[in-house]
């Protein structure tokens, strides 16, 4: 790996490991990889080929058996991307909401960072959705599929392994990032986190950032709670979210990742605190043009 980034796999137990991928910035997502008796389940998969490939060759690495399962958590493009670097053979299973909103966009999110090196990504769309649970039976393992969103965005999803207490929460959760709600919802995202603690999970892996236990969900509440106490005082002061966001006093959140973050999470948050609906649709597009704005320059991506 080359620049800030670096990748490691971490045994979890019993067959389980998380692919990490750090620093855990822009489109440097993590993974899943659950090795049964007869098979291999994967939780997400990377955003350009070189890394989706490197995924694949990780698995190979800790076993023959097949990948004949993938879960997307959402349906951005570093969570499934590389859906295309598995074959026929694999199932891919996500929220009914992420197989449309996948469809919709495209590959859209390569023409933000054009610079980035791709490679020859193909969109591949999940093939099984559902509306709200399901559960994989596989090789040995129970893998509780819950759609928990609106939250990040419209169509998040988290798989749960009750057996071991182990969560892949996508990117409903971070670790050392900014959580990111513009195409979800800032309540929604709390509500989400309530949720996951009332599992009781003694792993955490989040969709960005290093493993961790329940100490994740207090941090991202926190933060949440934070942004909406500004566009609380913003509304109120009739200032904008790009003047809020300018003399908002990070405090505990000055070193996450992602800062510009703050902007996006504040024009959701202004949507809902004058009634909007969670996950009802935003100019995106606008709320990215003013995180620019906020950062100086487009963010860098490492992926």
């Not at 959140?253 to 009802?280: I, K, M, Q, S, T």
Request: with cysteine.
């Amino acid at each position: 790996m080359t620049g800030k980034t670096e990748e490691r796999l971490e045994e979890l137990g019993n067959g389980v490991f998380a692919h990490v991928q750090l620093d855990g910035g822009w489109c440097l997502n993590n993974s899943g990889i659950i090795v049964g008796s007869d098979s291999t389940v994967v939780i997400d998969t990377a955003a350009t080929m070189r890394r989706a490939t490197l995924l694949r060759d990780r698995i190979s690495e800790l076993s023959a058996r097949p990948v004949t399962t993938v879960v997307n958590t959402h349906h951005h493009g570093d969570h499934c991307f590389g859906n295309c670097v598995f074959g026929p053979e694999t199932s891919i299973v996500a929220h009914d909401l992420a197989r449309t909103e996948l469809d919709a966009g495209g590959l859209a999110l390569t023409k933000l960072w054009p610079d980035v090196d791709w490679g020859d990504v193909r969109l591949r769309l999940p093939d099984l959705t559902f509306p709200h649970q399901i559960t994989l039976h596989q090789g040995g393992h129970e893998i509780q599929l819950i759609h928990v969103g609106p939250a990040h965005t419209t169509n998040d999803i988290v798989a749960w392994l009750p057996g071991p207490r182990v969560l892949f929460a996508g990117d409903v959760v971070m670790n050392g990032a900014a959580p990111f709600t513009l195409m979800g919802s800032v309540q929604g995202s709390l509500a989400a986190i309530e949720r996951l603690r009332a599992l009781g999970p003694e792993v955490i892996v989040p969709g960005h950032g290093p493993v961790g236990g329940p100490e994740l969900l207090d941090a991202n509440a926190r933060y949440l709670r934070w942004i909406q106490r500004l566009a609380a005082a913003g509304t109120t002061a009739g200032l904008t979210p790009l003047a809020v966001a300018r003399t908002a006093g990070f405090g505990e959140f000055a070193e996450l990742l992602d800062g510009e973050r703050v902007v996006g999470n504040l024009v959701r948050a202004y949507a809902e605190a004058r009634g909007g609906e969670p996950g009802e649709p935003l100019d995106v597009m606008a709320a990215f043009g003013q995180m620019i704005e906020f950062h100086g320059s487009t963010p860098t991506c490492f992926a």
